[in-house]
């Protein structure tokens, strides 16, 4: 049997999803039983069995959660919607013993409220168990048993329900998060993008709680990002056990060969802080990786073995959190600590801390210039004056959103003779030439 999923993804990154999901196919599925449907922003379609979907959660890096579609129909008004959610067998995948949370997006959808469009496909859901079994389920938002999302166009009704629970980008392991810490489903896109393959060198030199060191580690040793944790499917009704126990127990089995494995993974971090290199520490060790780590300013870094590799990296920017560590090149300073608000994790609250540091993202782009001859560098930012700040002129720029806040990712070819510096007077320029360079 065949179902419709939508794979929602970090904006930016649905070429790179749909590739990697192709990628699960053929590995984890004894051919391609994933057959692609349409890439839209923030997502991507497929169609599948059980196991298709199930394997998404397991081995996607990039997604953010598998949704299973459950209707689709043109609506006009919270009464079209309700009625969409009565229609629907909910009975034939959870219980009225089930907890449950109802979430609505929309995009130019005509409904003045959509509070109250959220309600309707509640009441509706509730309203069908009650009539089928005699109970309704109780409402948990924060740790809800089933979720079910709606998606609301200018036209159109989809009623999803969620596959994953917790959201796919929480793999199980990370506690420690540091200030400004990365998704998971971001960071791991990145390394897809930068084209970076298990052997060749890689180095974060702001690896904070070392979110890129930890996705990489984990493709290089062939680590399920899902091994550690429970999926939402596991509470539906139906859904294949067997197939699962099989998906499961061959990801387990890889994870203990990793364990043993003593390979030199070749991918190096370093951070300013010695406070996030213990909390990255803690985080690897609770994710059974072992990756080398450092305490060094960026403006000091040196390249961490001979072969050039790919060095990727998320500096501080002046709406999360400041850059640290203002004294002369290479000397260690710890400031005082970040602010509360920085610590967001679940979207974002900017907090306008000081302007870009333009003497850090200089001496930055000085030492990747005197020191990196060869490497490739990728820097994700929302700064797109960036580039002008490190006078280097960036062979691509890729748009990405770090949940709302739009980014770059620029990329700098490293190339012995051939970097492409960018005159003193364009670095200067706020207007930031950067845009239309590439
Ligand atoms: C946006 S965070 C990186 C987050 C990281 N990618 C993660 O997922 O946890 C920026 C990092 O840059 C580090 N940093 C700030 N100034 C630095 C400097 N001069 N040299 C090296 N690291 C620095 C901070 O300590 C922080 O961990």
Redesign the pocket.
């Known amino acids: 049997m065949s179902f419709d999923f939508f794979v929602p993804c970090p904006r930016g990154l649905e070429a790179a999803l749909a590739s990697e999901l192709a990628g699960i196919g053929a590995r984890h599925l004894n051919g391609a039983p994933f057959a692609p449907g349409a890439q839209v922003p923030g997502g991507v379609h497929f169609r599948g069995g059980w196991a298709a979907g199930m394997a998404a959660n397991l081995h996607s890096r990039i997604a953010s959660r598998v949704l299973l579609k459950i209707a689709h129909r043109p609506y006009r008004s919270e009464q079209d919607v309700y009625a969409l959610a009565l229609e629907q067998r909910w009975e034939q995948w959870f219980s009225a013993n089930e907890t449950l949370r109802v979430d609505v997006t929309a995009i130019k959808s005509p409904l003045r409220s959509l509070e109250f469009a959220t309600l309707r496909v509640k009441d509706a859901i509730c309203d069908r168990l009650r009539e089928k079994s005699g109970a309704r389920p109780s409402i948990d938002t924060a740790e809800p048993d089933v979720r079910v999302f709606a998606f609301l166009t200018a036209t159109d009704c989809t009623l999803y329900l969620d596959t994953s629970g917790d959201p796919l980008f929480k793999r199980g392991w990370r506690l420690d ?6 998704r998971e489903n971001l ?1 791991a896109g990145i390394l897809r993008l930068t084209g970076w393959t298990a052997g060749t060198p890689l180095y ?9 060191l930890a996705e990489a580690a984990q493709v290089a040793l062939n680590i399920a990002p899902g091994v550690e944790r429970r999926f939402g499917f596991e509470r539906l009704k139906q859904y294949d056990a067997s197939a699962w126990q099989a998906l499961k127990a061959a990801a387990v089995d890889a994870k203990r060969a990793a364990r043993g494995s003593r390979a030199d993974l070749q991918i190096f971090g ?4 010695g406070d ?1 290199l213990d909390k990255a520490r803690a985080n690897f060790e609770r994710a059974g990786l072992n990756v080398p780590l450092k305490q ?4 000091g870094m040196t390249p961490p073995v001979g072969t050039p590799g790919i060095l990727v ?4 920017y002046g709406e ?2 400041e ?3 203002r004294g002369p090149r290479g000397e260690v300073r710890e400031t005082g600590r970040e602010s509360r608000e920085n610590r967001e994790d679940e979207g974002f609250k900017r907090v306008h801390t000081d302007a870009p540091d333009s003497e ?1 993202f200089k001496s930055f782009g000085d030492a990747l210039k005197q020191r990196f001859t060869g490497w490739h560098a990728f820097v994700l930012t929302s700064d797109r004056k960036l580039p002008g700040q490190m006078r280097l002129r960036e062979s691509t720029k890729t748009p990405l959103f770090n949940g709302a806040l739009e980014c770059r990712l620029f990329r700098f070819d490293l190339i012995a003779g051939s970097v492409r510096q960018r005159p003193a007077a364009s670095a200067a320029d706020p207007a930031g030439t950067a845009e239309g360079q590439s």
Not at 270 to 273: G, K
Not at 296 to 299: E, G, K, Q, S, T
């Open positions: 998060k540091g200030a400004a810490p990365l960071a974060d030199p702001m690896c904070g709680s070392g979110t890129f370093s951070d300013i802080s996030m060094v300013d960026a403006r990296a998320n500096p501080p999360r959190i850059v640290r560590g850090f």
